[in-house]
């Protein structure tokens, strides 16, 4: 079981940044791809971002490309979404997920065996 603990949420104004964190416990954090996903109210949960094992790629939805930039610290089980120049259509629950290690970057919900319970962000106009 690994268990995820997502951080950092809030309330900012456009084109403000906040950066969230995904504390992770139990198996081996490195062995696992980390992503991010957001759900706004009355839409389906959303692929943002994932970061492989090493944290050597990256993948982004085109929505928030060159906008925001997903990290990890192995050493530190924890990885991050530093988000820039935000918009009122990121305002969304943002979760954390876990995939065990495998070739390429899903963008699927399914495809991650573990979620946090969710950071809410709102950004205002």
């Known amino acids: 079981q690994v268990q995820l603990v997502e951080s950092g949420g809030g309330l900012v104004q456009a084109g403000g940044s906040l950066r969230l964190s995904c504390a992770a416990s139990?198996?081996?954090?490195?062995?696992?791809?980390e992503a991010w996903f957001r759900q706004a109210p009355g839409k389906e949960r959303e692929f943002v971002a994932a970061?492989?094992?090493?944290?050597?790629?990256?993948y982004y939805a085109d929505s928030v490309r060159g906008r925001f930039t997903i990290s990890r610290d192995n050493a530190k089980n924890t990885v991050y979404l530093q988000m820039n120049s935000l918009k009122p259509e990121d305002t969304a629950v943002y979760f954390c997920?876990?995939?065990?290690?495998?070739?390429?970057?899903?963008?699927?919900?399914?495809?991650?065996?573990?979620w946090g319970q969710g950071t809410q962000v709102t950004v205002s106009s």
């Open positions: 997920a876990a995939a065990v290690a495998r070739p390429g970057f899903s963008i699927v919900r399914s495809s991650y065996d573990y």
């Open positions: 139990g198996r081996t954090f490195s062995n696992y791809v």
């Open positions: 970061i492989n094992v090493s944290g050597s790629r990256t």
